[in-house]
């Protein structure tokens, strides 16, 4: 299990991400939600090891991530929000790169890269420099590389920038595969149909701070909403919308 606990963080005094606290089982899809510059990110960073917490820890299966990081992030598969690949490798060298990181044999390493790259659609473009890929396609080498040394947590930041129809169906399909398969999996977007779809289990950050953490049908009931679109709006400051797009427009013929 992973345990998020008190985690803050703060800058120049400020609390970005306060007393944050949450828990991904085995086997859940859980949904980090907040809107721009709520501390999503921060936390990401935090639960990774990429950036040392204020106060408060991270565990997973009972044990502090910072007393052993290289052997935590051996289990740990993470997809970026900002898709920093090498592009001048090809989509097969960079998977054979990672691979290699990783330490997983060259025989079955090479066997696991060309079989992910023909089930992401990508065995065409395997020996095409990343450069020429469409973002779609790096989102989708990235998810390849996540998941090459079948790691038992995953954490998946804004995964589906850039992808078509098809794609986000198939990796709909591919999270409920990995639930089964008894993955951690914490899910982070502000695309909220998106999440509803995918998630049983969503966690609400607002300011730093959360504002829910519960399954999807159960706040849909506690809050009598039929969305979790209407069940965000209501944990955050509310805003009137049209009347914002109106003054906008306002201001454009002025």
Wanted: proline share 5%; glycine share 6%; with cysteine.
């Amino acid at each position: 299990m992973l345990e998020i606990q008190s985690l803050t963080k703060y800058y120049r005094n400020v609390p970005v991400v306060n007393k944050v606290s949450f828990t991904v089982a085995p086997g859940d899809v859980t949904g980090y939600l907040g809107p721009n510059g709520s501390g999503k990110s921060t936390t990401v960073k935090m639960i990774t090891g990429l950036l040392e917490p204020t106060t408060g820890c991270v565990l997973f299966e009972g044990k502090d991530i910072r007393a052993d990081l290289p052997a935590f992030r051996r289990r740990l598969g993470y997809v970026p929000e900002e898709p920093h690949l090498y592009s001048y490798l090809t989509g097969l060298e960079y998977l054979q790169l990672i691979g290699r990181l990783r330490m997983i044999p060259p025989a079955r390493l090479d066997a696991k890269a060309n079989d992910l790259l023909a089930l992401f659609s990508l065995h065409s473009w395997r020996h095409a420099p990343i450069a020429s890929y469409s973002k779609g396609m790096k989102q989708r080498v990235l998810i390849a590389a996540a998941l090459l040394h079948d790691p038992d947590l995953l954490i998946l930041d804004e995964p589906l920038s850039g992808f078509d129809i098809g794609s986000s169906q198939l990796f709909r399909c591919l999270l409920k595969e990995l639930a089964t398969a008894g993955k951690m999996i914490l899910f982070i977007s502000h695309v909220l149909e998106t999440v509803e779809k995918i998630c049983e289990k969503v966690v609400i950050i607002y300011r730093g701070e959360i504002r829910a953490a519960d399954s999807v049908e159960h706040l849909k009931s506690l809050m009598q909403s039929p969305s979790l679109e209407d069940i965000f709006s209501q944990l955050s400051e509310r805003q009137d919308f049209e009347k914002s797009a109106k003054e906008i427009v306002g201001v454009m013929k002025a």
